[in-house]
């Protein structure tokens, strides 16, 4: 067998066996499939789809390309291991920075892989990158260890963990190849599956800052996973979410982690971020059977963020993976800043509408923040801050967000291009309702 045999079949909307997918995804793990080759995989796989017997071998061969974390020896209780992911939004990626240290907070564990930015959306991978000495690719035993340590850590994928997602992701990152039910459940149930848990509870979004632009495609692809999780014995929470615009305040990388540490610090809260924050530690802790009920779930949530001891865990979390202890009290003193910072105001005044919040990130990836080729280092520093959400006032007193950026000329591109994303009327529109849409479980 060759690639080009698989890529062959793939276009010609072939059903392609599990031996042909594992073929290619070993092949692009080891070096032996090429750049290019995997391109064009993705791209075939993107235009004709994988039936779910061919997700369900994707993602299983992209697990196998690595280990799968083994607990048993670690004392810890198996029970209570409960992961969580989110499909991408835009705004979305530091939902699982606050979600990991608060959810470890209440006694839930959570030995978590997440992504780098894919597109026009940041990830958790590089904005923990953005830290001085976190290391986002520890081995196992260094992940495990601290895991244990402090109940709940980051990573990225790794070597040894879910390794063909990193080559995968790479190439999809920058090929318009990322909207695929069958791509997105490969890397990310991949990644899942690879660390072990007993539970997961993911979040799958629609609108225009997400990868599903309706919420029934937000359904196949949360069938999708749900399916690959019972599959692998891991019951799932499916949170069909709603990101047509920015999901709180800031876009980026080492302005969302300032969000973050804000958040979980009490210093600002977004209202949409605190409800899905609460609702998706609920949903964790009573997987874990921490509590018995999401009632109980939402307030012992509450109460660990306001008692500063999700702030504490996420101190704990940086420095156990080799970043600043002191992290939490001046973040922003850690972290790359930008050249250029001023608020982009609107060219009438009024109340926000709407926005088209893929041209919000898109606009990061134009400031440097995200990738345009596979191996480009990015500029952590640049990012959107104080974005106006929908029905906040705008005027020449009251600005759309602040644009943080390497030149002047990157400034007035993001500038012109976040104007024309964001819908400006005379009247206050109606406030937007709950960020949560439906909810799917399921059981192995
Ligand atoms: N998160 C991931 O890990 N992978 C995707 O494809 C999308 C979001």
């Not at 949530?301 to 009290?329: K, T």
């Amino acid at each position: 067998m060759q690639p080009q045999d698989v890529i062959r079949r793939k276009r010609d909307r072939q059903v392609l066996t599990p031996a042909e997918i594992d073929f290619f995804v070993q092949g692009a793990t080891d070096g032996s499939v090429s750049e290019g080759q995997i391109g064009a995989f993705l791209m075939a796989t993107w235009l004709n789809g994988m039936t779910q017997p061919e997700i369900t071998a994707l993602t299983l061969s992209m697990r196998d390309s690595g280990r799968v974390v083994d607990w048993s020896d670690s004392g810890l209780p198996p029970e209570r291991i409960i992961d969580k992911h989110s499909s991408g939004g835009v705004g979305d990626e530091k939902i699982t920075l606050i979600v990991v240290p608060l959810a470890a907070a209440c006694g839930v564990i959570v030995p978590n892989l997440s992504a780098r930015g894919l597109d026009y959306c940041a990830g958790e991978h590089d904005m923990l990158d953005a830290v001085p000495g976190y290391d986002t690719t520890p081995t196992p035993e260094r992940f495990m260890a601290a895991v244990k340590d402090v109940g709940g850590v980051i990573i990225g994928p790794t070597l040894d963990l879910a390794p063909a997602d990193r080559k995968l992701f790479f190439v999809r990152d920058v090929t318009a190849t990322v909207e695929s039910v069958a791509l997105i459940t490969g890397s990310i149930m991949s990644k899942k599956l690879s660390s072990a848990p007993s539970g997961l509870v993911i979040c799958v979004g629609s609108g225009s800052g997400a990868y599903m632009s309706t919420i029934e495609q937000a359904r196949e692809l949360a069938t999708a996973m749900a399916e690959v999780g019972a599959g692998a014995g891991v019951p799932s929470v499916m949170l069909l979410t709603d990101l047509d615009c920015v999901l709180g305040t800031t876009v980026g990388n080492a302005v969302g982690v300032v969000e973050t540490v804000d958040f979980l610090t009490g210093d600002e809260r977004d209202p949409r971020v605190l409800e899905l924050v609460l609702e998706i530690v609920a949903e964790m802790a009573l997987m874990a059977g921490v509590v018995t009920d999401l009632d109980e779930g939402r307030a012992l949530a509450l109460a660990r963020l306001e008692d500063g001891s999700g702030a504490d865990r996420f101190g704990r979390m940086i420095a156990a993976l080799g970043g600043p202890a002191d992290f939490v009290r001046d973040p922003a003193g850690y972290l790359p800043g930008a050249a250029v910072s001023r608020a982009v105001l609107p060219v009438q005044a009024g109340f926000v509408a709407g926005m088209d919040a893929k041209e919000i990130g898109l606009s990061l990836v134009g400031l440097g923040g995200g990738r345009t080729r596979p191996d480009e280092a990015i500029d952590f520093g640049v990012g959107i801050t104080h974005v106006a959400g929908v029905g906040a006032r705008v005027g020449p007193d009251a600005p759309l967000c602040v644009v943080k950026a390497r030149t002047e000329a990157e400034w007035e591109t993001a500038a012109a291009r976040i104007r024309e994303a964001v819908r400006v009327v005379d009247a206050a529109p109606a406030p937007l309702g709950s960020t949560i849409r439906e909810r799917l479980r399921r059981d192995p």
